[in-house]
């Protein structure tokens, strides 16, 4: 089936270092969705990517679909501590999930 | 927006006893609802699939007799464990979806999890 893999599995930055986590998929992708889920909570959206080549930005976070569909990468710039969390790309209908890339940023 | 909400968030309970818990769409309705779970800093491992009024879709090594999901309108869907052991325990996270168009916007809206603890 379907498999969606994340890398890395974890990044410890300074803040204000930059951030990127990617995802790929042994399939071609219709959408990706990507998620942040803080420690203890659930996972919140953030964006989804349709389009090949797709490229979305959300002030400090930068997302963008591979041309072939079967990757997609999140950006992060200057980092802040409120960035901490695990992300996690998730594709498909059912929405399988990477394994996610738990970022830990120190002040 | 939209509003999942998924209750109860935390239960304890005996084993060999069954446990309910519901996840409701708030403001909009969920023609699909999925049914996930989730160990320690880990990703979240999708169950089932359930659709309003058919029979829910699990996926491989899950078992149906043991995690019976009821998806009865378009804003309820339940998953009870049936007979909970120990290692059952675990996270246990509906999410919903609404139409193409507030996918697009909302993505899938998840529950706020519930906690399972079988003693």
């Known amino acids: 089936g379907q498999q969606v893999m994340q890398i890395p599995q974890y990044q410890h930055v300074q803040e204000g270092e930059d951030f990127t986590t990617y995802c790929n998929s042994s399939?071609?992708?219709?959408?990706i969705q990507w998620y942040k889920q803080r420690p203890g909570g659930h996972p919140v959206f953030l964006i989804q990517l349709v389009k090949s080549g797709e490229v979305k930005k959300q002030k400090r976070l930068t997302f963008q679909f591979g041309e072939a569909k079967k990757n997609s990468s999140l950006h992060i710039t200057a980092t802040q501590t409120t960035d901490v969390g695990t992300y996690f790309c998730?594709?498909?209908?059912?929405?399988?999930f990477g394994k996610g890339t738990s970022l830990l940023v120190t002040p | 927006g939209a509003v999942v909400s998924q209750h109860p968030s935390r239960v304890i309970c005996k084993s060999g006893t069954s446990v309910k818990i519901e996840c409701r769409s708030l403001d909009f309705q969920a023609t699909t609802m999925f049914w996930y779970r989730q160990f320690p800093k880990k990703s979240l491992m999708l169950m089932a699939t359930s659709n309003e009024g058919s029979k829910a879709t699990y996926e491989q090594g899950v078992e149906k007799d043991k995690f019976l999901i009821n998806h009865a309108s378009l804003t309820l869907s339940t998953l009870t464990v049936t007979s909970a052991h120990p290692e059952d325990s675990s996270f246990y996270i509906c999410?919903?979806?609404?139409?193409?168009?507030?996918?697009?916007?909302?993505?899938?809206?998840f529950g706020s999890g519930t906690r399972l603890t079988v003693v």
């Open positions: 998730a594709g498909g209908y059912a929405l399988n």
């Open positions: 999410s919903a979806r609404a139409g193409t168009e507030r996918a697009m916007a909302y993505g899938y809206t």
């Open positions: 399939t071609t992708l219709s959408n």
